[in-house]
Each structure stands twice: as structure tokens, then as C-alpha cells.
């Protein structure tokens, strides 16, 4: 495990962390407020060299490794969480899953575009009537047809599904067989038969566009399949492994910008002739979030140094599996706790709708929702324990 930053990675952080602070901060009022989602974002991302940054640098990326790219995303949590949420399934959902499971030609394609932010991305995984079983009850089919593929069905509570010109899709190729018969697919959504049913209004992540998107006999062809036919889950897995670990990181910035902020009140704001942070029972909460946060922090960067030495198709199985549904399991909860810490230091003016520590108080809790339930995290911890110790339940 990883305990000290290098000064190469630091130095990303930091570049990343100013940047963020002049372009992304300035957005977050907006975005909340209005529901607003700034069009020219991923463009601007793209062209200031945020996106692609585990892509090759021949293809216009920035050759990082995923633990860098993680420090990216903290510091663009701390300054913005609703853009990051943007960014993220942009970057990693979409556009770095097609960089790992992609042939030369589909990442020549298609990896470019997103690098450059020319082109938006998402990811098609969660349907209507599958959530936390997406594998098992997806009802989306695709079906041979010459050299393409005919996709008839819905997905629902897609990020960046209204705004996106790439969607990585999950089929059902052959339905007897379960999770073993999906696919995935690199779905254009300018052809024909694809649509958008809603754009969803949420609690929190606003400005991020989240919505259901419909395939009507959408046409693909056979080679925007990624992998092979009903080789889906393993596409599915690795993805969900490294989208796990990397979700943790906003949250990570974002809960270190909800720490900064209670101190600069508590420092402030004055009862009962002192400052309230001289108050011992606002001193323990203010000691709780930041030590709530070291160990999340510890525990991220310790998952995504595991998903860099993963190999290319593994994940889904083994110590990584836990180790990542570890990671956002503890970032989730760590999240929850310490925004509503920050509302109670706050007091009243946390209540306050445009008030900061209320913006990221309302974004938590999608964590213990987003890339599995906080009850999936723990059935997959638990079972690969059992699996580890060579114990079977039957």
C-alpha cells in the first residue's frame, strides 16, 4: 500500500487543484441552482488536457496511470463535485473502458474524440427494472442481424445519457443464458432509433444530465461490439471494479472542502463570546471528519494502485473485487457523515439551500446509491472472504 505521495504525483494534484478552483468553481452555484449543465464543459476539459488522461499521449491523452488520474479527480471534487460527476463518466466510464477492451480500431475510432472532448460519454448498465441485479435482469436485447446488431430496449439513470454523442451499452445477446449471454456495445447516439425519454430532475448532482434513454431497433454495427459475443460480463466487471475505486476520490475532495469550511466557520463564527470552535464538542466533530477522511482517502488510493497492476480483461473476482466495493462502501458512508457534520457546524445557514456545505450535503447521498448499492458493496466483500478462506455456503 501506497502511503506517501511521489512529488510527480503531487504535482498533478496541485496543477489539477488550481485549475479546478478557476474554472470549475466558479460553475457550481449555477449548476445547483439552475440544474444548468454547462455545454462547453467536456470541450474545455478536453482541450486543457483533462480528458483522455489514461489514454496514450499518440492518441491526444496524457499517459497517466489511474492513480494519478484519481488526484484529478479529487481535486476536481473539492472544487466542483457536480462537474466532476460530468467528467467522470465521461472519463472513466466510457472513455477508459474502451480504452482497456477495445480493438485497435475501436479505440482509433472513438478515443480520439472523447480525448478531446469532441464527443461525450456514458455508460448503459442500469435498466428500468435492473438496479442492483444489472446483470441478471437486463432486459435490453441485441440481435444479429448480417453484420449488425438490432438493440430494442430502455436504460435508465444513465449520467451524462441526455448530453452524450457515445454511450458503452450492455445487451442481452443470447437471454438463456443469463449474465453469461450479454454483450457490450459502442452505441453512436445519432443513429436512428435511439432516443431520450427524460431527462431527471435529482436531489443532488445537478447539472450533471441523468436520464432514460430508449433503443428502438437502433442499429450497430457488429464491429462497435466490445469484446466478444456474450463476453459482456467481463467487460462489465473490470469496469465496475475500476469505476468503484475511482468514485471514492471526488468525494474524498469533496468532504476535505467541507472540513476546510467548518473550520474557517467554526474559527469565525462567534457564541457566547467565543469562537464556536472552541467549543469541545464542535472540536470532536471537526477531529472526526478529518481523521473519517484519512482513512478514506488511505483506503482509495490503495484501490486504485490495485486496479493499476490489474491486467487487462481481469477484474470481477478476487482481493481487487473487495478492495474496490471496500473503497466506495467506506467512501459512501465517510461522505454521509461528514456532510452532515458540516450542516450541524454550519447551524442554520447549513440548512440554507445555496449554501456550499449544503450543495455537497445533498450530493452525498447518491454514494451509497451510484456503481451499487452500500448492500451489494457488502455482499461482495463478504463473499469474497468466504471465497478467500476456500469456504462455501452452499
Known amino acids: 500500500m501506497q502511503f506517501e505521495l511521489t512529488e510527480a504525483q503531487r504535482a498533478v494534484h496541485d496543477t489539477a487543484f488550481r485549475y479546478a478552483e478557476a474554472e470549475l468553481h466558479p460553475l457550481l452555484a449555477r449548476m445547483d441552482d439552475e440544474d444548468w449543465f454547462p455545454e462547453h464543459l467536456i470541450a474545455k476539459l478536453g482541450a486543457d488536457?483533462?480528458?483522455?488522461?489514461?489514454?496514450?499521449?499518440?492518441?491526444?491523452?496524457?499517459g497517466m496511470d489511474l492513480m494519478s488520474a484519481g488526484l484529478v479527480a479529487e481535486a476536481f471534487g473539492y472544487w466542483n463535485t457536480n462537474a466532476a460527476f460530468i467528467w467522470g463518466p465521461h472519463e472513466n466510464l466510457c472513455l477508459n473502458n474502451i480504452l482497456r477492451n477495445g480493438t485497435e480500431d475501436q479505440?482509433?475510432?472513438?478515443?480520439?474524440?472523447?480525448?478531446?472532448?469532441?464527443?461525450?460519454?456514458?455508460?448503459?448498465?442500469?435498466?428500468?427494472?435492473?438496479?442492483?441485479?444489472?446483470?441478471?435482469?437486463?432486459?435490453?436485447?441485441?440481435?444479429?442481424?448480417?453484420?449488425?446488431?438490432?438493440?430494442?430496449?430502455?436504460?435508465?439513470?444513465?449520467?451524462n445519457g441526455p448530453v452524450a454523442d457515445v454511450v458503452l451499452t450492455y445487451a442481452k445477446t443470447a437471454p438463456d443464458l443469463g449474465a453469461k449471454g450479454i454483450s457490450a456495445f459502442i452505441v453512436e447516439t445519432d443513429t436512428p432509433g435511439f432516443s431520450v425519454a427524460q431527462s431527471l430532475t435529482k436531489m443532488g448532482?445537478?447539472?450533471?444530465?441523468?436520464?432514460?434513454?430508449?433503443?428502438?431497433?437502433?442499429?450497430?454495427?457488429?464491429?462497435?461490439?466490445?469484446?466478444?459475443?456474450?463476453?459482456?460480463?467481463?467487460?462489465?466487471?473490470?469496469?465496475?471494479?475500476?469505476?468503484?475505486?475511482?468514485?471514492?476520490?471526488?468525494?474524498?475532495?469533496?468532504?476535505?472542502?467541507?472540513?476546510?469550511?467548518?473550520?474557517?466557520?467554526?474559527a469565525t463564527r462567534r457564541q457566547f463570546g467565543k469562537p464556536i470552535g472552541s467549543f469541545q464538542m464542535i472540536q470532536s466533530m471537526l477531529a472526526e471528519m478529518a481523521t473519517l477522511i484519512d482513512a478514506a482517502r488511505l483506503t482509495a488510493y490503495h484501490a486504485l494502485s490495485a486496479?493499476?497492476?490489474?491486467?487487462?480483461?481481469?477484474?470481477?473476482?478476487g482481493a481487487i473485487h473487495r478492495i474496490c466495493a471496500g473503497s466506495v462502501l467506506f467512501?459512501?458512508?465517510?461522505?454521509?457523515?461528514?456532510?452532515?457534520?458540516?450542516?450541524?457546524?454550519?447551524?442554520?445557514?447549513?440548512?440554507?439551500?445555496?449554501?456550499?456545505?449544503?450543495?455537497?450535503?445533498r450530493n452525498a447521498r447518491i454514494a451509497s446509491l451510484g456503481g451499487g448499492t452500500t448492500e451489494v458493496r457488502k455482499l461482495i466483500i463478504a463473499e469474497e472472504l468466504f471465497r478467500a478462506r476456500g469456504l462455501s455456503l452452499g
Not at 460519454?121 to 453484420?147: F, I, N, Q, W, Y
Request: proline content about 4%.
Open 307 to 317: 486496479c493499476d497492476a490489474m491486467a487487462r480483461g481481469e477484474g470481477g473476482r
Open 205 to 266: 448532482w445537478r447539472g450533471c444530465p441523468t436520464g432514460e434513454l430508449v433503443f428502438e431497433g437502433v442499429r450497430v454495427p457488429a464491429r462497435n461490439r466490445l469484446g466478444a459475443e456474450n463476453a459482456g460480463v467481463a467487460v462489465v466487471m473490470s469496469g465496475l471494479d475500476i469505476e468503484r475505486a475511482f468514485l471514492a476520490l471526488p468525494y474524498i475532495g469533496a468532504a476535505q472542502r467541507c472540513l476546510d469550511l467548518s473550520l474557517d466557520h467554526a
Open 331 to 361: 467512501g459512501a458512508e465517510m461522505i454521509a457523515k461528514v456532510t452532515d457534520m458540516a450542516v450541524q457546524i454550519h447551524g442554520g445557514a447549513g440548512f440554507v439551500w445555496e449554501t456550499e456545505v449544503n450543495r455537497h450535503y
Open 107 to 159: 479505440i482509433a475510432r472513438f478515443v480520439p474524440d472523447l480525448c478531446a472532448g469532441r464527443r461525450i460519454g456514458a455508460l448503459g448498465l442500469t435498466e428500468p427494472g435492473a438496479g442492483s441485479d444489472a446483470l441478471g435482469s437486463m432486459a435490453l436485447k441485441a440481435v444479429r442481424d448480417g453484420d449488425d446488431y438490432l438493440l430494442t430496449g430502455r436504460k435508465m439513470f444513465i449520467s
Open 49 to 62: 488536457g483533462y480528458c483522455g488522461l489514461t489514454a496514450p499521449e499518440d492518441l491526444g491523452g496524457a
